[in-house]
């Protein structure tokens, strides 16, 4: 499914929008996908590199370390 947007940009971002259509996409709606794509993952990065300090800050990563070897030839 798809749903057409209207949004107001800045000239400047409707000319980096279609330069990114010209070299990726071909297409505005393919540039703007992308771009929303790419903020997607970097927001996964982040909320996992968060989790992560979470884990370690908890206390729970040393039990991991106790036996991450188990099982592997030294």
Do not use: C, P, Q
Not at 36 to 45: M, Q, T, Y
Not at 50 to 70: C, F, L, Q, Y
């Amino acid at each position: 499914m798809t749903t057409k947007l209207s949004v107001s940009l800045s000239e400047s971002d409707v000319e980096y929008i279609d330069e990114l259509a010209r070299s990726r996409s071909g297409n505005r709606s393919a540039a703007i996908h992308d771009l929303v794509r790419f903020a997607r993952e970097r927001a996964a990065v982040s909320d996992y590199a968060t989790a992560n300090d979470e884990w370690i800050d908890s206390g729970e990563s040393r039990a991991w370390e106790a036996v991450e070897t188990d099982g592997l030839g030294a």
